[in-house]
């Protein structure tokens, strides 16, 4: 069942010179039990992204389009029921989580918080007792409820975010780049920690990272967005090995195959920076880094469309199957010319 | 690619001559007063040759940012001896300078180690006039930072001299700072975490420039990092440290490719790709060093001595796992670890080492 239905979304910042869309026609789903990957880098807009799901988007951004809890729109429902959505329905692991707790209060209570505030009747005795059970969940030690956030490791500290995002039980979990501060062994194992919540709980999580390795060996979709747009989609494993669209290939490239000898003393790397939002290039949004581009894409804003089975790409060059549309001799076809 | 050689000898005589960093037996002892002291590094013998790049890999409180640390000549080590080029890293103040003019640290977070009130130029200049080398060398200061900044890849210079780091990208400041350690003409650069700040895309380009200085220049890297990938990227030697020791070293392809250590085959099995490897999830937290375990300090950790029987870990060589202390790794250019049962099984008859033993 679909627990998160994002169409059309667009979110635009006002600028002192003028807007800035930082999110530009997104559609999304997370359904229960599924671990959906949204992968891009600073600035494309996949925090902005996240932060709208619960219209936590600061004040001043216009949105359009909708954003579906349980077929609730979150962007329009009233104060009152969106509190109640917060937390209970869906919760956020934000990006720099481990600056996120309050260094002068004890965990277990920062994770009884939202109960005692969204659950109505809830006893401290009861909430207390529960963020002991979630600890243990999260596989921290109950006896932790006492520590303060600076005696436990960043490891720690992150699945105490964790724990304080299931406090409420919600269904959908947003973590916005939970593992990246972290050493791969902790990483390793609060990905192993995410996806046994899934597993186990049936919950629907929306993993953030610009980290396409992470996603591709997590998750069961990915999208990459670029520029405030998704530019491919599919499976999570076969975006990481045979990506299609020229920026998603050059995400999955910067993570070398270890024994892989193409990345043996040569790094991959996509020189260029990404386009200022306010001054988007014409045409498809990629084409001044891309090392593919023809005339074709200078003009032509490609849309999301079909590649290959369960697969989609917005690039003039990638066919209806996933296949490039040139030749390794660079033939174009005559309408991109 | 360096050769493997049996018998590397004393401390200092590799195939290649004298190494231009040697760090011989170091150990680093932090905290007392009152608070229990830690052996974030204890005892470790590493060697970067000119032209050489080498990564020391490991997790968060392993040592390796105290021993990159003492290698800038930040930290004063307890014991052992630091050399580059054979002289001893001494303990005055022109003895630092001059040391610190020969070793150079390309920072982790290139956003917080720029001063966002100074321009480009500044930052770059700083380095070159504290140690006055446009009077040394008679060279105008600004053609010196021109340089700089081109051989970091911030090209054409004048571009980016009167910029502020809020108007630079990410991979921009990080070149900023390359070129701030390249202007006072180091031999050996110190990278921690180079790249760990950064975008994807941008880590590359950023990696791809090390290698650039390296046959360029034939400047000498020491990496510092928690990203196998990163060494198979760009390292010709890679260490692995644990808890303040080197557990295993040796040329990047051979480490990765046929890891000797159990700490190694774990570290390298979580590295997020295609699921070559069986992921060895290690439980909790790297162990801490005010309280190093006794025996092979991986022991309590270890999911070969854990297993047992099954991995074919006898008894006796698990009770020797638990209280058998190990020797250090020498200074070796050949493939070496620290671990009593790959030992076991290279000395089992009939079964060929694996690995040359250069002790």
Not at chain 1, 55 to 73: H, I, M, S, Y
Not at chain 1, 253 to 276: E, K, N
Not at chain 2, 295 to 311: D, N, S, T, V
Request: net charge negative; proline share 8%.
């Amino acid at each position: 069942m679909t627990l998160l239905q994002v169409e059309d979304l667009h979110v635009t910042y006002r600028g002192g010179e003028g807007d800035v869309p930082a999110v530009r026609g997104v559609d999304l789903t997370v359904a229960e039990g599924e671990v959906v990957g949204l992968a891009g880098e600073s600035g494309c807009g996949k925090s902005t992204l996240a932060s709208t799901v619960l219209r936590l988007q600061p004040a001043g951004a216009r949105v359009t389009g909708k954003v579906l809890l349980d077929d609730e729109d979150v962007l329009t429902m009233r104060w009152g029921r969106l509190r109640a959505v917060r937390w209970a329905a869906a919760s956020v692991v934000f990006q720099g989580a481990l600056h996120s707790l309050n260094p002068l209060q004890r965990v277990g209570d920062q994770i009884a918080e939202p109960m005692l505030l969204h659950e109505p009747g809830t006893t401290r005795g009861t909430a207390a007792r529960r963020a002991a059970d979630l600890l243990e969940r999260v596989g921290l030690p109950a006896s932790r409820v006492r520590a303060y956030p600076h005696q436990l490791s960043g490891g720690q500290r992150q699945r105490v975010m964790i724990a304080m995002a299931l406090a409420c039980s919600p269904r959908l979990v947003v973590a916005d780049e939970p593992t990246t501060a972290l050493d791969v062994m902790v990483q390793a194992q609060v990905l192993d920690l995410l996806t046994g919540l899934v597993a186990d709980l049936g919950l629907g999580l929306l993993l953030i990272s610009h980290d396409l390795s992470v996603l591709g060996s997590t998750c069961d979709r990915v999208a990459v967005m670029y520029a405030g747009r998704i530019v491919e989609t599919g499976p999570g494993r076969d975006l990481f090995t045979d990506a299609r669209h020229p920026y998603a290939k050059a995400l999955a490239a910067a993570f070398p195959t270890i024994g892989d000898p193409g990345g043996r003393l040569s790094p991959a790397g996509l020189p260029g920076d990404p386009p200022d939002p306010a001054a988007l290039p014409t045409g498809c949004s990629f084409h001044p880094r891309c090392t593919v581009a023809v005339a074709a894409c200078e003009r032509r804003d490609p849309l999301l469309r079909p590649a290959g089975p369960g697969r989609s790409a917005a690039c003039l060059l990638v066919g209806e199957d996933g296949s490039p549309l040139t030749g390794t001799d660079g033939d174009v076809p005559e309408e991109l010319r | 690619m360096t050769a493997t050689t049996a018998g590397a000898g004393p401390a200092g005589a590799t195939p290649e001559g004298s190494p231009l960093l040697a760090l011989e037996d170091v150990h680093v002892v932090l905290g007392g007063h009152g608070a229990p002291s830690a052996r974030a590094v204890d005892g470790v013998h590493l060697q970067v040759r000119r032209g050489e790049i080498v990564a020391l890999a490991g997790e968060s409180g392993c040592g390796k940012t105290t021993l990159a640390r003492t290698v800038l000549g930040l930290q004063r080590p307890t014991s052992g001896r630091v050399l580059v080029d054979g002289v001893e890293l001494g303990t005055s103040r022109a003895e630092l300078r001059a040391w610190r003019r020969r070793v150079q640290l390309v920072p982790q977070d290139p956003t917080g180690s720029l001063n966002p009130r100074r321009t480009v130029y500044e930052a770059v200049a700083e380095g070159l006039r504290i140690h006055r080398i446009p009077a040394e060398t008679g060279r105008r200061e600004d053609d010196l930072v021109a340089e700089a900044l081109e051989r970091a890849g911030l090209r054409p210079a004048e571009r980016f001299v009167a910029r502020y780091p809020a108007e630079l990208s990410g991979g921009q400041r990080q070149r900023v700072l390359i070129a701030g350690a390249l202007a006072v003409g180091p031999e050996l650069l110190v990278a921690d975490e180079p790249v760990s700040s950064l975008d994807a895309s941008v880590r590359g380009t950023i990696l791809a420039l090390l290698l650039r200085l390296r046959d360029e220049l034939g400047l000498s890297v020491l990496v510092v990092t928690h990203d196998l990938g990163l060494a198979w990227n760009i390292a010709d030697r890679l260490a692995v440290m644990y808890l303040g020791r080197v557990v295993e070293a040796g040329p990047t392809e051979e480490v990765l490719a046929d890891p000797q250590h159990p700490y190694t085959q774990a570290l390298l099995s979580v590295v997020p790709e295609t699921g070559r490897l069986e992921p060895v999830v290690l439980r909790g937290e790297p162990p801490d060093a005010t309280a190093i375990p006794a025996g092979c300090r991986f022991h309590p950790r270890c999911p070969a001595l854990a297993a047992g029987p099954a991995a074919g870990v006898g008894d006796g060589l698990a009770a020797r796992c638990r209280s058998e202390a190990l020797p250090l790794l020498p200074p070796s250019a050949g493939h070496t670890a620290a671990c009593l049962l790959r030992d076991a099984e290279a000395q089992a008859p009939g079964n060929p080492a694996s690995v040359p033993d250069d002790g």
